[in-house]
């Protein structure tokens, strides 16, 4: 199916779909062309039930994605900078019921960073390198930084990195939430291949309903958060799923999900 497109590769080994930004030359910098690629990619492993979990990386070992492409940024006018661009595959990665994985391994700033913080995990290497530089040429982040960084990292965090504009390395990642596992490159894919086959022995409405929750709860004031998680849990309890679970954890077996 990769060959289907020209700037990304789409690789599917269920129950995970990769998602590879495949521009090493430029660094996986994130042109109009390649975000319209990563929109469709996207939208075909969120509806292939075959697919449980959707993870992005970037070709070449050297760059997630080292932003967007400025040589198109340059001629950007108002209408096309007020277009959600970038914001639109963040949001679409934190709305698809499927867990979201970004595999990061080098560059990760700009909006290559906006679009590993629309992805519900982040994964890294010693090596990557993170940061919101925008404002070193005249703009500030596009694509959701100044939204959804300071509510991954904190206002502190977020502010510093946004207003510095200076990269910090993986292991300061990990320490500020930015990320939540680091591992050397050779085994970047193996980790979130695991991660994937964990994610896909839960019943499919558990990670659907698990992303609604958070989102929409982190959103809302904490009792009417309280409130959508209690009618959440007594839609899932009454599923064919959750006696499923139930019955093989006390028989000591391994449940047989039917997303049911």
């Known amino acids: 199916m990769s060959s289907e497109f020209e700037c990304i590769l789409y690789q599917v080994t269920a129950p995970l779909a990769l998602i590879t930004i495949n521009r090493p030359g430029k660094h996986n910098a994130i042109s109009l062309q390649t975000l319209d690629e990563?929109?469709?990619?996207?939208?075909?492993a969120a509806n292939d039930e075959d697919i449980r979990v959707i993870a992005i990386t970037g070709a070449g070992g050297k760059a997630f994605a080292s932003g967007s492409d400025l040589n198109e940024v340059a001629d950007r006018d108002l209408k096309k900078a007020l277009e959600p661009i970038v914001q639109g595959l963040a949001d679409q990665l934190?709305?698809?019921?499927?867990?979201?994985?970004?595999?990061?391994?080098?560059?990760?700033?700009?909006?290559?960073?906006?679009?590993?913080?629309?992805?519900?995990l982040r994964v890294c290497t010693p090596s990557s390198r993170f940061a919101t530089p925008e404002g070193k040429v005249g703009i500030i982040p596009g694509?959701?930084?100044?939204?959804?960084?300071?509510?991954?990292?904190?206002?502190?965090?977020?502010?510093?990195?946004?207003l510095m504009g200076d990269p910090i390395d993986g292991d300061r990642a990990l320490q500020i939430g930015l990320v939540t596992r680091i591992?050397?490159?050779d085994?970047?894919?193996?980790?979130?291949?695991?991660?994937?086959?964990?994610?896909?022995?839960?019943a499919p409405f558990v990670p659907q309903f698990m992303k609604a929750m958070v989102h929409n709860g982190m959103e809302a004031s904490l009792t009417a958060a309280?409130?959508?998680?209690?009618?959440?849990?007594?839609?899932?309890?009454?599923?064919?799923?959750?006696?499923?679970?139930?019955?093989?954890?006390?028989?000591?077996?391994?449940?047989?999900?039917k997303g049911k």
Do not use: Y
């Open 38 to 44: 990563l929109k469709a990619a996207v939208d075909i």
């Open 94 to 120: 934190e709305s698809t019921p499927k867990p979201t994985i970004a595999a990061i391994d080098g560059i990760c700033m700009g909006g290559g960073l906006e679009i590993a913080l629309g992805c519900d």
């Open 143 to 162: 694509g959701g930084a100044t939204a959804r960084l300071p509510r991954v990292v904190g206002k502190g965090w977020g502010m510093e990195m946004m």
């Open 183 to 185: 591992v050397e490159p």
């Open 187 to 202: 085994e970047l894919l193996n980790e979130v291949k695991r991660m994937s086959d964990h994610l896909a022995s839960f």
């Open 226 to 257: 309280l409130a959508m998680e209690k009618f959440a849990q007594g839609a899932l309890i009454q599923t064919e799923d959750k006696a499923e679970g139930i019955s093989a954890f006390l028989e000591k077996r391994t449940p047989d999900f």
